[in-house]
């Protein structure tokens, strides 16, 4: 069993950074690749960004590639989300995932992860 949490929420004005982290509880060698999902009122969840285990291969979205940056520390189990010039189209509640297959490349697909936290909210407001 694996157990995600995330930290690192709030609310900043546009323009503004926040830095999402993930960690990782339980079976943690059996984590492979994680991802970033959020979810906006009203809206379905969509793929933000993802990394394998070696961070060798990471993805984003179209509407964050240039101002996220996903990243992780194996040896403290913490997956990180850095979140540059956010505008209040961001807002969501981002979650964390963990896909407990090998991978070679990043998975932006939902149904790859088996493993979900219970999100944090970021909101973008002046």
């Known amino acids: 069993q694996v157990h995600l949490v995330e930290s690192g929420g709030g609310l900043v004005q546009p323009g503004g950074s926040l830095r999402l982290s993930c960690a990782v509880f339980?079976?943690?060698?059996?984590?492979?690749?994680m991802g970033w999902f959020r979810q906006a009122p009203g809206k379905e969840r969509e793929f933000v960004a993802a990394i394998t285990k070696s961070g060798g291969s990471t993805a984003y979205s179209d509407s964050v590639k240039g101002r996220f940056t996903i990243s992780r520390d194996n040896a403290k189990n913490t997956g990180y989300l850095q979140m540059n010039n956010l505008r209040p189209e961001d807002t969501a509640v981002y979650y964390c995932?963990?896909?407990?297959?090998?991978?070679?490349?990043?998975?932006?697909?939902?149904?790859?992860?088996?493993?979900w936290g219970q999100g944090t909210q970021v909101s973008v407001s002046s």
């Open positions: 995932a963990a896909d407990r297959q090998y991978t070679a490349v990043a998975d932006i697909r939902a149904g790859a992860y088996d493993s």
């Open positions: 339980g079976r943690t060698d059996s984590v492979y690749g």
